[in-house]
């Protein structure tokens, strides 16, 4: 829809992930430039002044070089529940509009809105549905203008035996040029029979700057830093971003696109990033919570993760045992290419587009 509006001359505004694909977020960036259209991507935080005063102090050294960064979003969420048989259309609906490109495919769920988030002809998982905004805090905090290297991810749909495709326990390991990012996403609470959602160092989701000289902890609330021993340095505010529709107005006044907070191209990186995770989690294979961790071994908060992962998995009543978790190959990503190489890239390559049907389909030439 967004290369749709932009090819008819409009401005467009899009809701994160911005794509279903990463080649679809790179010709929706093409279809903006070839059209000198202004597009903002709806990440939010990148409105945030809290965020933006910590990026500008993580930028200049205030805590010393940043060690590694731990991202998380521990959501609640419940089973969307199991059909056997396809369900009805709402009377309402155009089907064939609403699946668009996506297949044309039966309706197996039971709630027809909102739950294609989980079912991977349709939406991206948690990891594409909250992550986009956790993990543009961390590109817009590092000043970063492309994505990590590499990525390696592990998790599974565990406990629920349900409709969905997608992980409700995810992990991702990133690095570029040495930095290692954990992306932590679990939907399940603490334990079974309580209504709590995990925490990670005090947080149920944002990031957690581990830096030399201290740390800082940030998220759409807001964000604190602290000095080694825990004391509190400084605080950072926020307006929960909620001044982003606002300043893509001013942009479409201004014409110019680099008046945005979150150009298109923003918002393609960092979804990227999101698709990546999933990709390496779609081509793996099951494995032994002790192969998981030793693929992760570089990096200690990866691992401590995994054991957490898996404690709560069966907290909540999980059999590891019998249903084992999902461990991606570790993928290298060429940014200028924009596709996987390595020994598994042919296998991972094969998901950075999707089959579109005819009627819907992006052409190469947007």
């Given at each position: 829809m967004a290369i749709m509006a932009c090819q008819a001359g409009k401005h467009a505004y899009v809701q994160k992930p911005v794509s279903h694909s990463i080649w679809e977020g790179r010709k929706m960036v093409e279809a903006a430039r070839r059209y000198d259209r202004i597009v903002q991507a709806g990440t939010q935080h990148r409105s945030d002044p809290g965020v933006a005063e910590a990026a500008a102090d993580i930028q200049a050294g205030k805590y010393g070089k940043v060690l590694w960064v731990h991202c998380l979003v521990l959501n609640l969420r419940e089973s969307i529940g199991k059909v056997s048989v396809p369900q009805s259309i709402p009377s309402h609906i155009d089907y064939d509009l609403w699946c668009g490109p996506a297949p044309k495919t039966p309706l197996m769920r039971e709630s027809f809105h909102y739950d294609w988030h989980w079912q991977w002809n349709w939406g991206d998982g948690e990891m594409g549905n909250w992550g986009p905004h956790y993990i543009d805090d961390v590109r817009h905090i590092f000043g970063w203008d492309d994505v990590p290297q590499s990525v390696i991810a592990a998790g599974g749909r565990r406990v629920w035996d349900d409709n969905g495709e997608t992980p409700n326990m995810h992990v991702a390991l990133f690095q570029r040029d040495g930095?290692?990012?954990?992306?932590?996403?679990?939907?399940?609470?603490?334990?079974?029979?309580?209504?709590?959602?995990?925490?990670?160092?005090?947080?149920?989701?944002?990031?957690?700057?581990?830096?030399?000289?201290?740390?800082?902890?940030?998220?759409?609330?807001?964000?604190?830093?602290?000095?080694?021993?825990?004391?509190?340095?400084?605080?950072?505010?926020?307006?929960?971003?909620?001044?982003?529709e606002a300043n893509f107005i001013e942009a479409i006044r201004s014409g110019q696109r680099s008046d945005l907070n979150a150009e298109i191209e923003i918002g393609h990186l960092s979804t990227t990033m999101c698709h990546m995770a999933n990709i390496s989690y779609r081509v793996g294979q099951q494995a032994t919570v002790d192969e998981i961790e030793q693929s992760m071994r570089e990096h200690d908060d990866a691992q401590e993760t995994i054991r957490d992962i898996v404690g709560q998995i069966e907290a909540n009543g999980g059999d590891l045992a019998a249903t084992p978790l999902v461990l991606g190959p570790r993928l290298e990503f060429d940014l200028e290419a924009e596709n996987f190489s390595g020994p598994h890239a042919a296998n991972s390559n094969r998901l950075l587009s999707y089959e579109m049907r005819k009627s819907y389909a992006v052409s190469d030439v947007v």
């Open positions: 930095l290692k990012l954990v992306v932590d996403i679990r939907n399940l609470p603490r334990q079974t029979g309580t209504t709590e959602a995990a925490t990670y160092m005090g947080l149920e989701h944002g990031n957690v700057f581990m830096c030399e000289d201290g740390m800082v902890k940030i998220n759409l609330e807001g964000g604190q830093s602290y000095d080694p021993d825990g004391t509190p340095i400084k605080e950072y505010k926020s307006n929960r971003g909620f001044v982003h």
